[in-house]
């Protein structure tokens, strides 16, 4: 199966309305020419810098323009992010992704220690991620030298939705930093975040979006929205997990060889749902107690799963 960027939204509506059992099938077909069957990639994530955030996104715990439960918490110190990522790879991840309430990447003392932040954790040979906001070109290239392996930025929905959820930046910012990060050459990790009240027109327009970049996102979160207290989408209808499966083996489709991440939203899910969205080939998860603000199921709950399906944590990508 070759890889594709010209998938236009047409042909991608017809692969995503397919019958669902039609489109898991395909999905794994894809899944299995780049991946082995039985394998999820275990990620954590660490909020290296909680809250206080000038953005908008009408969807985040972090903003500064909403009242939420959570408290500001200044820059972390390196050697403490390094311990977790430590704790982090005993307990059997692979990647390390550490996130920041920035709007965008200041130079300076704060930017020096996430770079000493990015060689503790990369020594200690893990994939290591970072998401702290727009980026310019140095700053992705200072990163690169650190040994960053990926940077998440995500496009969360389509274009046409973007506005209904942030009006702090635009699609093209996301995209000129998306662009600043592969020029530098570390990979991309890009998705989005469903039940934000978007239509289906719009999960395939985000799709789209991903499946025309070149090269395609080596990482595709798919989060389904966390719905916290305080933000304007507090009251969100609570989505359908079969959007989730739906969506997820539609990207699978798209993009055969990229890891597609079963993010934020596991906790709203049944086993049995989250059961579907790996046979619909969702192939990695975040794992630990946390997410960056919210809860995360529990690493017994996530044990028990992974034996009942007879599947296992991936040991290098
Ligand atoms: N501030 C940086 C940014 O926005 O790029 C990095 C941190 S931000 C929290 C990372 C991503 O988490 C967002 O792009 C969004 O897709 C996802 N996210 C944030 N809050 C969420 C929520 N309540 N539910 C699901 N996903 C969420
Ligand atoms: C992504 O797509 N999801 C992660 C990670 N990339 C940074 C973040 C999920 C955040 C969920 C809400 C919270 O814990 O604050
Ligand atoms: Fe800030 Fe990122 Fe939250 Fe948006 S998603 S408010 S940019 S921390």
């Given at each position: 199966?070759?890889?594709?960027?010209?998938?236009?939204?047409?042909?991608?509506?017809?692969?995503?309305?397919?019958?669902?059992?039609?489109?898991?099938?395909?999905?794994?077909?894809?899944?299995?020419?780049?991946?082995?069957?039985?394998?999820?990639?275990?990620?954590?994530?660490?909020?290296?810098?909680?809250?206080?955030?000038?953005?908008?996104?009408?969807?985040?715990?972090?903003?500064?323009?909403?009242?939420?439960?959570?408290?500001?918490?200044?820059?972390?110190?390196?050697?403490?992010?390094?311990?977790?990522?430590?704790?982090?790879?005993?307990?059997?991840?692979?990647?390390?992704?550490?996130?920041?309430?920035?709007?965008?990447?200041?130079?300076?003392?704060?930017?020096?220690?996430?770079?000493?932040?990015?060689?503790?954790?990369?020594?200690?040979?893990?994939?290591?991620?970072?998401?702290?906001?727009?980026?310019?070109?140095?700053?992705?290239?200072?990163?690169?030298?650190?040994?960053?392996?990926?940077?998440?930025?995500?496009l969360d929905t389509s274009p046409e939705f973007y506005g209904e959820v942030i009006s702090t930046r635009t699609y093209e910012d996301r995209l000129r930093t998306i662009g600043h990060v592969r020029e530098a050459g570390i990979t991309v990790c890009c998705g989005g975040i469903l039940g934000m009240g978007e239509s289906d027109e719009d999960r395939i327009g985000l799709l789209e979006q991903l499946a025309r970049l070149d090269p395609h996102p080596e990482s595709v979160p798919i989060n389904m929205l966390v719905r916290n207290e305080g933000t304007p989408l507090e009251d969100a209808p609570e989505i359908d997990p079969l959007i989730m499966v739906r969506t997820i083996a539609t990207a699978r489709i798209l993009m055969p060889a990229s890891m597609v991440r079963l993010a934020a939203g596991r906790r709203r899910m049944s086993p049995e749902a989250v059961a579907l969205c790996f046979l619909a080939r969702a192939n990695s998860i975040f794992t630990g107690e946390k997410l960056l603000t919210t809860p995360n199921p529990d690493a017994g709950d996530d044990a028990r799963l992974f034996e009942s399906l007879g599947m296992r944590a991936l040991q290098r990508a």
């Open positions: 199966m070759n890889i594709r960027h010209d998938w236009a939204r047409d042909e991608i509506r017809t692969v995503y309305q397919l019958p669902l059992p039609e489109l898991v099938f395909r999905a794994q077909l894809a899944h299995r020419e780049y991946h082995r069957p039985d394998e999820v990639q275990m990620c954590r994530l660490l909020s290296i810098k909680t809250g206080g955030c000038p953005e908008d996104c009408a969807y985040c715990s972090q903003s500064a323009h909403y009242k939420t439960d959570v408290t500001r918490e200044p820059l972390m110190d390196p050697a403490e992010v390094i311990a977790t990522a430590r704790r982090a790879k005993a307990g059997g991840a692979t990647r390390f992704c550490m996130g920041a309430a920035w709007r965008q990447v200041n130079d300076g003392k704060e930017f020096d220690q996430v770079l000493d932040m990015v060689r503790g954790v990369a020594a200690l040979d893990l994939e290591v991620c970072c998401t702290l906001g727009m980026l310019t070109q140095s700053q992705a290239q200072r990163l690169k030298k650190a040994g960053l392996t990926a940077y998440n930025h995500n």
